[in-house]
């Protein structure tokens, strides 16, 4: 069974930076995609940035190309989320999801992390 824990999150004002880490444990697959999502209150959970083990493949939503960074350290079986030029519109629970080697693209995980609390003032 793989876990998940996420660390790194924060209240940070309008324009700061932030960066999120996602270690894993209990991986039996070599290949892998790991992603982040976030979730606002009231709405629904969505994507965020997802990459490949390798880091080949990297995918980015529209909403924060330019401004977040996926990264990887595979030998801490740790993976990133740089965020810089935070918004209001960034406060979220983010969270960390992982599946065997698959696309960067769709939404289906298998395994979650508990998420961390991102806040952004303005």
């Known amino acids: 069974q793989v876990q998940l824990v996420e660390s790194g999150g924060g209240v940070v004002q309008a324009g700061g930076s932030l960066r999120l880490s996602c270690t894993a444990s209990g991986r039996t697959f070599s290949r892998y995609t790991t992603a982040w999502f976030r979730q606002a209150p009231g709405k629904e959970r969505e994507f965020v940035a997802a990459?490949?083990?390798?880091?080949?493949?990297?995918n980015y939503a529209d909403s924060v190309k330019g401004r977040f960074t996926i990264s990887r350290d595979n030998a801490k079986n740790t993976v990133y989320l740089q965020m810089n030029s935070l918004k209001p519109d960034d406060t979220a629970v983010y969270y960390c999801?992982?599946?065997?080697?698959?696309?960067?693209?769709?939404?289906?995980?298998?395994?979650w992390g508990q998420g961390t609390q991102v806040t952004v003032s303005s």
């Open positions: 999801a992982d599946k065997p080697y698959g696309s960067v693209y769709g939404n289906e995980y298998d395994y």
């Open positions: 990459q490949t083990w390798s880091g080949t493949n990297t």
